[in-house]
């Protein structure tokens, strides 16, 4: 099981990387209420650092959050001690309960590296689901990732972080070196980490969908000015 952003548990929330999950809990409330009604229970595969517990979780829904790295745990349980956090991989994950909802969010299907481990989350959201429940996930796709082939720096009061990335088409994988420099006292404190995240044809995805008992698939283009054909990431509700 990887720990795939190491140290920067530590800083993901400081570097805005629970924004988007700001985003994520904008269209589950306007998919909550379309539905007329709140899940009772959530599964939140790949939690993170719990920014979407802590946006969400309020006392009608109760969390369940499961993620790999002890570090993102750490910070998620720190944030949100009234949800259940689980050291495990979302592929292999056994709870008792099943859940309405299961959530595996912001490039969470992209660090699966290998179709059949995306697979396995895929069963495994199934196995936890209650029937008539919902899977959403959202997923870079090719274009999306491509957008990594760049590099950029950016500067704030208290941090400096360097993001290098490069995509490869065949494989359909992109890599980035991030490099943070921290204050921490009257020093910066540097970290390094190599991220990688792969990409499937979405016939691909909804094929292994079907397969794991996921046949109702809905899948739009996560921001709405994109055509789904040109989406750098599309949103799927699956039951
Ligand atoms: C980009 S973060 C997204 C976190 C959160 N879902 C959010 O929306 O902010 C991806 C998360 O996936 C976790 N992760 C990666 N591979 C995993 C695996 N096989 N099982 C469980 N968690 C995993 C990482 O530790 C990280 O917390």
């Known amino acids: ?9 530590k800083y993901y929330d400081m570097l805005g990387w629970n924004l988007f999950a700001g985003l994520c809990a904008e269209r589950l409330k306007a998919f909550f209420k379309l539905r007329g009604e709140k899940p009772e229970t959530v599964l939140n595969l790949a939690c993170g650092t719990g920014e979407l517990e802590k946006l969400l979780g309020d006392k009608e829904i109760k969390f369940t959050g499961v993620d790999a790295s002890p570090g993102m745990l750490r910070e998620a349980r720190k944030k949100c001690p009234g949800a259940r956090f689980v050291k495990a991989d979302a592929a292999e994950v056994r709870l008792d309960n099943k859940f309405d909802m299961v959530l595996f969010l912001f490039d969470s299907a992209n660090h699966m590296c290998s179709l059949s481990h995306l697979n396995r989350v895929f069963k495994n959201a199934r196995r936890h689901l209650k029937k008539g429940g919902y899977f959403i996930f959202d997923i870079n796709t090719p274009r999306g990732l491509k957008d990594w082939e760049n590099t950029q720096v950016r500067h704030a009061e208290n941090y400096t972080v360097i993001t290098s990335g490069v995509y490869d088409e065949d494989e359909m994988t992109a890599e980035v070196i991030l490099e943070a420099f ?32 996921l046949d109702k698939i809905i899948v739009t283009s ?12 599309l949103w799927f509700v699956c039951s």
């Open 1 to 9: 099981m990887k720990n795939v952003y190491g140290d920067f548990s």
């Open 182 to 213: 921290i204050k921490e006292g009257r020093y910066y404190k540097k970290t390094v980490q190599l991220l990688t995240e792969k990409t499937y044809d979405t016939s691909e995805i909804i094929e292994r969908l079907a397969k794991a008992g």
């Open 222 to 233: 996560f921001d709405p000015s994109e055509e789904i054909e040109d989406a750098g990431r």
